[in-house]
Nanobody
């Protein structure tokens, strides 16, 4: 199985940028569909961004489209989430996730992901 560790969170002013990293170990991320989710206080964990199974396509939540970019380097076994033009409503704990089952359903369903990191806090001040 794969282990995931997120880093890069912090406190940033509105309009600023952060780059989150997800370092994987145990197995190569090329064996998984990789994604990012987030959970704000009192809210459900929601989809942010993901790769297709092939890794050739990317998907984004409407709320982050045009501001966030997901990327990966299989050789480094790492996935990143570049977040620009941050807004206070982006404040949340951000989680990296890995899906091992090609039959697990749409990329935006958190139930389809099998492995999760511990999360990294992102706080955007107004």
């Amino acid at each position: 199985q794969v282990q995931l560790v997120e880093s890069g969170g912090g406190l940033v002013q509105a309009g600023g940028s952060l780059r989150l990293s997800c370092a994987a170990s145990g197995r190569t991320i090329s064996s998984y569909r990789m994604g990012w989710f987030r959970q704000a206080p009192g809210k459900e964990r929601e989809f942010v961004a993901a790769f297709s199974w092939s890794g050739g396509s990317t998907y984004y939540a409407d709320s982050v489209k045009g501001r966030f970019t997901i990327s990966r380097d299989n050789a480094k076994n790492t996935v990143w989430l570049q977040m620009n033009s941050l807004k206070p409503e982006d404040t949340a704990v951000y989680y990296c996730a890995a899906d091992r089952d090609t039959n697990s359903g749409p990329y935006y369903l958190r139930s389809g992901y099998d492995y999760w990191g511990q999360g990294t806090q992102v706080t955007v001040s107004s």
